[in-house]
């Protein structure tokens, strides 16, 4: 990796791609310098440009050919990530991408084996286990207070409007789970580790949308700690906690219960803390979603701070594998109305297409 500042480039300048630009900005003084910006949207990108004073882009392959790159960050839609990927690791660029990974298992593995193959750095940008909430549970989970986790119940639950501002989302092949509940799926992993089977039921409650709305998910882990994930954009709530992950974690020394509002209350050892556990507000946060973005910018950090002394990220593409093969294993389960066991990286492609066609 480059010795002086890390030189990156953003590919995608739309809603949610603003976290990501401004988390490179601020991180201008911890040795990261925004290059430059992409987007097939040469409206949006011209408009990116001007606001970060960087050269701005329609076309990525021209991006990569004009400019010296040391890591590209992919902010577009999942269906777009394998090319991408495939053409930032044919340059010897690490590369970060937004989840999920791609549209498909083998997609997802195509771009980790091309990314080691090459001896190219590889992210994902898993931001939920990055919030500032997420990161106070499991620094009490190291300590100890609560023993060995063996019970857990980690829910998204909202109402709020997601369509106006993803209006795409109403025509998705794969909605709720794809889209959040694959965070969910990633806290359950973060705070019990390794899914031994999956089961799920889906529902779509909203009649305008395509997929589902709303899932229900029940893990059991290797460790023979169980958890429920749940997530649905159709909650009626008041108030909605919008965008709060709310967690139950029971261990057999004690507990982690975090309520709406950002209080996390601990149980250890008979006796109970409560503490607040909210995210700051930065120049360029607002409330609600500053949850949201104040883990979009520890998550470009952490990739920062790996990224300078050449280590793997916390959510690596190998380690995102294991991830994206819950979301597949949960649509399996919910499909085939059974228990399913997720796949694991490394087995033959033909098997695996031959197991999930069983």
């Not at 893990?219 to 709060?244: I, K, M, N």
């Not at 974690?249 to 709406?260: A, F, H, L, N």
């Not at 503490?275 to 946060?285: A, K, Q, V």
């Amino acid at each position: 990796m480059a010795t002086g500042a890390i030189r990156i480039g953003v590919i995608g300048c739309g809603f949610y791609a603003q976290n990501h630009l401004h988390a490179w900005k601020e991180l201008a003084a911890e040795g990261a310098q925004l290059a430059a910006v992409c987007d097939i949207d040469a409206g949006k990108a011209e408009a990116a440009g001007r606001a970060f004073g960087v050269p701005s882009y329609a076309d990525a392959a021209i991006m990569f050919a004009s400019e010296r790159l040391d890591a590209v960050d992919i902010v577009t839609r999942h269906d777009t990530h394998r090319a991408l990927c495939e053409l930032a690791i044919a340059r010897g660029v690490a590369t970060i991408v937004q989840k999920p990974f791609a549209p498909s298992w083998d997609d997802c593995v195509a771009i980790v084996e091309a990314a080691e193959k090459a001896g190219v750095w590889l992210a994902v940008h898993e931001n939920f286990r990055f919030q500032t909430p997420m990161r106070h549970i499991r620094r009490v989970i190291d300590s100890g207070a609560i023993g060995t986790p063996n019970w857990a119940r980690i829910a998204f639950r909202t109402g709020f409007d997601v369509y106006r501002t993803q209006p795409y989302f109403y025509d998705e092949e794969r909605l709720a789970i794809a889209d959040v509940g694959i965070h969910m799926l990633d806290l359950a992993r973060y705070f019990l580790g390794e899914v031994e089977r999956i089961s799920c039921e889906t529902q779509r409650r909203n009649p305008k949308v395509k997929a589902e709305d709303t899932a229900t998910m029940l893990l059991r882990h290797t460790s023979g700690a169980v958890s429920v994930v749940e997530c649905t954009y159709e909650a009626r709530r008041d108030p909605d906690p919008f965008p709060q992950t709310l967690v139950e974690i029971e261990g057999d020394k004690g507990s982690i219960v975090v309520r709406p509002g950002l209080r996390m209350r601990v149980t250890s050892h008979g006796k109970a803390t409560e503490e607040d556990i909210g995210s700051p507000l930065r120049s360029w946060t607002s409330q609600p979603w500053h949850v949201a973005q104040e883990g979009a910018f520890v998550a470009c950090s952490h990739f920062l701070d790996c990224l300078k002394r050449g280590v793997p990220a916390e959510t690596s593409g190998r380690d995102n594998l294991r991830t994206y093969a819950l979301v597949d294993a949960a649509y399996r389960a919910a499909a085939e109305h059974r228990a399913i066991v997720p796949a694991q990286w490394g087995e033959n492609v033909a098997a695996s297409k031959s197991r999930r066609a069983q």
